[in-house]
């Protein structure tokens, strides 16, 4: 009885503590905000100001009879700075490149990814109210609202991270909060190659299909990595081009120089206003694209989309959540469906055949590393099916007692029949890749 009572004990002190340093924290914030000239502040260049700002803040912490060490005070000031200028508890997490999903839970359970396996982190927010300032400060920056009556909102951060929050009456235990992690150096091509999520003959093969302007669809779970693949692909677009980019959320980052970038808009507090994705796919046809690339068709759009690409907007790119390439078309289609045209399945498949000729399908292995695990070309219809060839595949072997997955990426063999078009256009594809064996 001695050990758990003594736990018992040690807990509630630690919890004791934890609310109290909250509370010195947020008396502190009050005082420090009733001191400062907001107005000379906003006049102020942005890191002279949060230097004076600090300075202030380290003078009213010490001028406090708080019982807290150098270190303690320093870090406090530090919070109180990122109150002020940033997120709060959520800057040092938005500091650190190896984190790639910031989940919080409830306003005391905050968790991180890093490398594909999740971890509880020792940060909180003092309560409900104050995680919602967060929330709101994220959301009113790209000019959007979440309240009871709007109560799930999606945004963004200043370096392309993803946001999702929701709020009670739907979220039941409290606000909660997700950031979906874009760093400001996107990954690149030979990133990829180095982390195994594919072979140098396979990224060989892909450069040549976006060069060669195939129309290429990339299939994968929730946090696969699509839009990350998506954003590698695309770098291999000529900078002669003119691309057009449709999102929900901007997440895309093309480093072209003749991109234009457009996003939905979700309803205003009358229920009115918004702009869905397919109103951009077909706006977008206006605009003289040569490539469209949308971050994910989920929705009728797929209508609009697969239309473009049958009629002179070849080279197109999208992505779409699915377990495997077959599931991939089956998505497609239903989506076709979503648009109420009344069109026959086989002609439906039809367009889907003739629109799409590769399916890139990536995943998330048990040991939360990333890999395409197939990259098949779509060679027509037969008997009202879609036939898929595979080209690349990743045979996973065995899991190792670190729970590190091991396998194989191969070469079935199969030789494209997109080869003759692309060798039309000038990219000859050499054969031996077509051989390509790698384990990893």
Known sequence: MGVPDLRFRMANLQTFERTEYQQVKADLHRKILDRLDLEKLGRTAGDAAREEVLLLIRSTVNSEAVPLSFAERERLSREILDEIFGLGPLEPLLRDPSISDI???R???????????????GLSFKDDQHLMQIIDRIVSRVGRRVDESSPMVDARLADGSRVNAIIPPLAIDGPCLSI??????????????????????????LSHMVKGRLNILISGGTGTGKTTLLNVLS????????IVTIEDAAELQLKQEHVVRLETRPPNIEGKGAVRQRELVINSLRMR?????????????????????????????????????????????????????????RAIRNQIASAIHVIVQIARLVDGTRK??????????????????????????????????SGVFRATGVRPKAVDKLATAGFKIRPEIFESRMEV
Do not use: C, W
């Open 107 to 121: 306003y005391n359970r905050v968790y991180v990814e890093r490398a594909g396996k999740l971890e509880p982190t």
């Open 235 to 242: 770098g291999f677009i000529p900078n002669s081009e003119r």
């Open 372 to 405: 395409v695990v197939s990259i098949s070309e779509i060679t027509g219809v037969e008997d009202d099916t879609i036939t898929i060839h595979d080209l690349f595949v990743f045979e996973r072997q065995s899991v190792n007692e670190s729970g590190k997955v």
């Open 180 to 205: 979906r992690r874009f760093g400001r150096d996107p990954v690149t091509a030979r990133v990829m190659v180095e982390n195994k999520t594919l072979t140098e003959p396979m990224l060989e093969l």
């Open 289 to 345: 694209p040569d490539r469209i690339v949308v971050g994910e068709v989920r929705g009728e759009e797929a209508f609009d989309m697969l239309q473009a690409m049958n009629t002179g907007h070849e080279g197109s790119l999208t992505t779409v959540h699915a377990n495997s390439q077959r599931d991939a078309l089956s998505r497609i289609e239903s989506m076709f469906s979503m648009a109420n045209l009344n069109i026959p399945e």
């Open 103 to 105: 989940l919080v839970n």
